[in-house]
């Protein structure tokens, strides 16, 4: 008895669970039935009037017949008797088959279509599954593939499904989802949670219901793409409104943006359209309705005031079902941008025409679009052809027929690979040799928006210094290397860049190692065994690799081997440094030798300088006491003297004043030479001065028949000077000239004054000073007689020079051979000024 309970009780429970979902699915379809379906709505109504479709009527038919199940049991039990068990039977029996009767006719009505149900039980994983399986895959096929939605729809569909089933399972989230199988059958699937089970039920959509679902999803996207609209237009930062239409003339405001009702300074868009406030002013809105009163859409650019400034949109409207709708964009932005595009244009265009580089612009039609002067004077095109904005082929045409071309075996082959830039993406570089002899560097470059721009440079003054640059190079490589000095060039970084063969051989290095680069200090290393004095090497790292303070050093090296170099650091403009050296072993020992000689001369003129100051103070003394005895024997006071005697005595008084003459202008020389004389300075009279130093030699004029003649201006006045000196000057001068002078001439003084000087100038005409004498006319003890009766020390014109150039002054020679001589004397007039500069 109680498997017959059991088995009941289980039979009723899935009856009862199938015919809750079956009248779920077909409430469903009473929602969406239309009134074309009279029959078939009738026929639910009264399925829906015997069985309520709501999970709660369900779960109480439930409870209600598993109570009554428990019932018929516990009365059994409680009568134990078979009379009444048998009776409880009989009618559980009757019960169970009217019950399975009805559950079949709502099974027959669930599954009147092609349909398949899927259902879980909570807690369990292994679902049932009914229906008609072919729908999807073969009829011998397992039912479980059904779950493996792969099987039977795309990738995408497949991934949908199993999210929805997974979430109605976990959390009894309903889906309804319209699919499309791979071999392009529309389903319906449907999820439910019912009775603590889920449910998943899969039809096929097919004409009606079709047509209603897609009417349905078009209406779902038709309300999703409004919102979106909605939202985008609300979201908008330009004023976006529509207006409805009103017997037949322009309507108030119907729909208006945030964006609209900032510009319109109204509260918030609600507040716009109540006030149906305009956006453009009158003349805006009178120019839009004339324009949508004879088409169907308006577009200008009209002035607007937002916040209180003038700003320029772009309004565009149109006329729809009901009104009309529009759009403004501010195109100020726009608009200051195209000036400042336009702006910088020209500027570029100014700029380009400053090139001194060709420019030519093509478009995408290859039509010439901009050319700078220089192109025009490059090529020596006519200024009207060009701006008739002719194509890239009459150009060419026209450069070649004028042969400004380079010569081309296949013209047009030639064009057409030059016209391949108009196709290519990189820019390209060719070199044009013309006719004339001109070279052009070629540079064409695509441009983004279409077209090509050449860029022209004649480059023939490049390619000419480029050719004597290499030659010159060349020229220097072979003088660097042909050099007696040794040479090295060191970069900024200390490593040797440049050497001559007169370098590695004269330290002993290896040309090859030298070859590597390396640094001074490895090469420092590699000369110490010649030369190791650490402070030169190390004068040598800091001039080399210095950044402040780059000059020139000098510096000797005496090497161990007893050669001596003469060693230069010359920084160079790019930052390296060229070191030198110079094998100076020979000229040093010579001016060793020529130093020791020197300094023997230099010693042994000393010592004649002394030796001659020394016998000439020596010889001082006793010849002033020849001279005193002379002057009292000639005194008449001593007594009278023979003739003979008077005679001997004139003798011996002319030699001792002579030889005191020749004595006194040795110690002045001496004491000139010495740095030990000074001027007495004061004022001299030129005229006097002349007169003085005549005077003593008139004797001498008058036993040689020789006329003095003075050229001196009355006038003439003083100039500071020591005027003994300046007499004794003129004496040896005046003197000089007698002696040089033939009987029966003259001689000429003469003194003029200048802005700055007093020149005095004595002239003979003697046979002249020849070439090979006159650099040493003023040198001591020179005397050259050339021919004349001239007899003397050799020291009066050194004297001249000497006291002359004390004074500030210079004397000068003149003199022609066979003619005469003439001995200028210049004098400083203001000695004040001498003495501060020699100060």
């Known amino acids: 008895m109680s498997g017959v309970i059991g088995s009941m009780r289980r039979t009723l429970l899935s009856c009862t669970s199938l015919v809750r979902h079956g009248l779920m699915v077909l409430g469903s379809t009473l929602v969406s039935a239309t009134p074309g379906h009279a029959d078939e709505l009738a026929v639910l109504r009264k399925l829906s009037n015997f069985v309520t479709l709501n999970h709660q009527e369900f779960a109480a038919l439930t409870t209600s017949l598993a109570l009554l199940g428990f019932t018929v049991v516990a009365a059994i039990l409680l009568m134990r008797t078979r009379a ?60 479980q593939r059904i779950l493996a939605f792969g099987t039977w729809l795309p990738p995408e569909p497949a991934l949908q499904m199993d999210h929805a089933v997974d979430a109605l399972r976990e959390a009894g989230e309903g889906f309804l989802l319209n699919l499309t199988t791979s071999n392009g059958h529309a389903f319906e699937a449907m999820g439910r949670a019912v009775g603590g089970q889920a449910i998943v039920r899969i039809r096929e959509l097919g004409g009606l219901r079709r047509e209603l679902a897609e009417t349905h999803l078009r209406h779902k996207a038709l309300l999703e793409e409004t919102e979106m609209l909605r939202g985008f237009a609300a979201a908008a930062p330009w004023p976006i409104w529509t207006k409805r239409a009103k017997d037949g003339l322009k309507g108030g405001l119907a729909y208006a943006n945030a964006a609209y009702a900032r510009a319109t300074e109204a509260v918030s868009v609600a507040d716009a359209i109540a006030r149906d406030l305009e956006l453009l002013d009158s003349a805006g809105r009178a120019e839009m309705d004339r324009a949508l009163n004879d088409t169907a859409a308006f577009t200008a650019r009209l002035p607007i005031v937002v916040g209180g400034e003038r700003h320029l949109y772009d309004v565009h409207a149109l006329n729809v079902e009901g009104g009309r709708a529009g759009i403004a964009i501010d195109a100020s932005e726009a608009t200051a941008l195209r000036e400042a595009l336009v702006r910088m244009a020209e500027a570029h265009r100014r700029t380009l025409d400053q090139l001194s580089s060709g420019v030519a612009v093509f478009d995408g039609r290859r039509r010439l679009a901009f050319y700078n002067d220089s192109y025009r004077r490059l090529w020596d095109l006519d200024r009207t052809f060009l701006d008739n904005n ?18 081309q075996p296949d013209f047009r082959v030639w064009k057409t690979k030059l016209h391949e830039a108009y196709r290519a993406v990189e820019p390209a570089k060719d070199t044009w040799y013309l006719p004339d002899g001109r070279t052009v560097s070629v540079v064409t470059t695509p441009n983004p928006e279409g077209g090509v721009t050449y860029l022209f440079d004649d480059v023939t003054e490049s390619f000419d210094l480029a050719r004597r640059f290499d030659g010159l190079i060349r020229v220097q490589r072979e003088t660097l290397d042909n050099l007696a000095e040794a040479v090295a060039v060191f970069g900024s970084n200390g490593r040797a860049q440049l050497f001559n063969p007169t370098f590695a051989k004269m330290w002993r290095l290896s040309p090859e190692a030298l070859q590597e680069q390396p640094h001074i200090e490895t090469v420092e290393g590699w000369c110490k065994p010649l030369f190791d004095d650490s402070n030169i090497w190390r004068a040598l790292r800091e001039a080399i690799t210095g950044i402040e303070n780059r000059v020139e050093v000098r510096l000797k090296l005496e090497r161990k081997d007893g050669s001596v170099l003469d060693c230069m650091t010359m920084p160079l403009p790019d930052g390296a440094t060229m070191l030198t050296f110079q094998d100076i072993t020979d000229t040093e020992n010579v001016e060793r030798a020529l130093r020791e000689r020197n300094e023997a001369l230099e010693t042994a003129d000393q010592m004649k300088v002394d030796f001659v100051h020394h016998v000439s103070y020596e010889l001082r003394s006793p010849l002033t006491t020849i001279i005193g005895f002379s002057h009292f024997l000639s005194d008449p006071v001593t007594g009278p003297l023979m003739p003979k005697q008077a005679e001997y005595l004139g003798y011996i008084t002319a030699s001792t004043n002579a030889l005191l003459a020749i004595i006194n ?175």
């Open 665 to 839: 202008n040795i110690l002045d020389l001496a004491t000139i030479d010495a740095g030990a004389m000074s001027l007495n300075l004061g004022s001299v009279d030129i005229r006097k001065t002349i007169e003085a130093a005549a005077e003593g030699i008139q004797d001498r004029l008058a036993t040689d028949r020789i006329e003095l003649k003075v050229d001196v201006d009355p006038t003439i006045g003083n100039f500071v000077g020591d005027e003994r000196r300046v007499v004794q000057v003129l004496y040896n001068l005046l003197a000089n000239a007698v002696g040089f002078s033939p009987h029966d001439s003259a001689i000429t003084v003469s003194a003029r004054r200048t802005e700055h000087s007093v020149v005095f100038s004595v002239t003979d005409s003697g046979p002249g000073i020849p070439p090979d004498v006159k650099d040493k006319v003023f040198d001591w003890f020179e005397s050259h007689s050339n021919g004349s009766r001239h007899r003397g020390a050799g020291l009066g014109l050194s004297l001249v020079k000497s006291f002359v150039e004390l004074h500030g002054g210079k004397v000068d020679v003149r003199s022609i051979v066979g003619k005469g001589t003439t001995v200028t004397c210049d004098f400083p007039i203001d000695q004040t000024a001498h003495r501060n500069a020699a100060e």
């Open 84 to 143: 009444r068990a048998a009776k409880s039977e009989t009618r559980l029996r009757s019960d169970i088959q009217r019950l399975q009767i009805e559950a079949d006719r709502y099974r027959a009505l669930l599954f009147a279509e092609p349909q398949i149900l899927i259902s879980w039980a909570a807690g369990d994983n292994r679902p049932e599954i009914s229906g008609d399986i072919s729908l999807l895959m073969a009829r011998d096929s397992q039912p």
């Open 390 to 407: 002719p194509d890239d082929s009459s150009v060419l045409d026209r450069l070649r027929a004028a042969r400004k071309l380079p010569e």
